[in-house]
């Protein structure tokens, strides 16, 4: 999103490189599900652009969130971030491929290597995520949710054994809620960064479009309200993004949506008694759209039951999966 397609502003700077020189560089953000990986995304850029929930397996696709900070002389940083998939070692779905696909995909030629983990932390998903890493890209082992952690004295002797799993560059202790914390990674991730000009406008937060970021926020409401009742396989499909000129809200956008389930007990699910939690999921998906975009919006939500989609490689490419 930039201004050119009615994003809102990115977050106050902090301090940047020197005035005048310009850094710039691809960061990416790997890790086994719900470690936390979209959340620090959201913190790093400062606003919302990747959907959260409790649920495996929520980011499916690429991520690249921008944040931009500049020294007021024409210099400073811009961080260009990839938020990835969990990578999945549970099941082998064609969805499943199609998102491991992705995390490979986005490892490969970048500058930086966030590898995410839960402070005082490392499972099996962790060290299948730790194998894909090669070395010759530094990784900065981001030591997530600390606040989690009861005992700070713990952590000492789980850092020595990390370092002996993968030759880090740098360990770096934080929970992505403390800005303070956002702050620290920010900067030590700008020493990694080459010079070189910017590649997107200042005011850019990321590359995807308005009608991706709907049908996300539309799929996370319908996590986030049905819990682990419903099976992750479940998407979303934009069907209409339409934007119209307005003389009460100056912007309006209609937007149509399908959420398409494996089965007809899912749909019952998704629609629930009398409607009601369809229709709390439109509600809420519509008011953060509303402050997302800055803008109207009306959406239509349909469910639509279309039997083993997920293991379906080409309706699992005809629903946006690379």
Not at 201 to 230: M, W, Y
Request: hydrophobic letters at 40%; aromatic letters at 6%.
């Amino acid at each position: 999103m930039s201004k050119s397609s009615h994003s809102v502003a990115a977050a106050e700077p902090a301090e940047a490189a020197d005035g005048g020189a310009q850094r710039c560089g691809l960061i990416a953000i790997v890790g086994k599900p719900n470690v936390g990986k979209s959340t620090l995304l959201n913190a790093l850029v400062g606003q919302k652009i990747s959907i959260t929930s409790r649920k495996a397996q929520t980011t499916r696709h690429r991520i690249t969130g921008i944040r931009t900070l500049a020294d007021g002389q024409g210099g400073g940083t811009q961080y260009v971030f990839v938020d990835t998939p969990g990578f999945q070692t549970k099941h082998s779905a064609a969805l499943n491929k199609s998102l491991n696909r992705t995390v490979l995909g986005a490892i490969d030629g970048v500058d930086l290597i966030l590898f995410v983990v839960e402070a005082g932390s490392f499972t099996l998903g962790d060290a299948k995520v730790l194998a894909l890493l090669k070395e010759g890209t530094p990784v900065l082992l981001v030591a997530n949710k600390l606040d989690n952690v009861h005992r700070r004295t713990e952590i000492a002797p789980w850092l020595r054994d990390m370092q002996a799993r993968f030759p880090f560059s740098e360990f770096v202790p934080m929970s992505a809620k403390q800005p303070k914390d956002v702050k620290k990674l920010l900067k030590i991730c700008e020493a990694y960064l080459p010079e070189q000009p910017w590649w997107y406008s200042e005011d850019e937060l990321t590359d995807k479009s308005e009608r991706f970021l709907a049908g996300e926020v539309v799929r996370e409401k319908l996590f986030r309200l049905t819990g682990d009742e419903l099976p992750y396989s479940s998407t979303v499909v934009v069907d209409q993004f339409k934007e119209e000129k307005s003389k009460a809200h100056g912007r309006l956008l209609r937007i149509a949506a399908t959420i398409v389930v494996e089965r007809s007990g899912h749909k019952a699910m998704v629609i629930g008694e009398k409607g009601e939690r369809l229709k709390r999921i439109g509600t809420e998906a519509r008011q953060e759209l509303e402050k997302l975009m800055d803008c109207k919006v009306f959406i239509e939500l349909w469910v639509k039951v279309r039997s083993g989609w997920a293991d379906d490689e080409a309706r699992v490419r005809s629903f946006g999966y690379e």
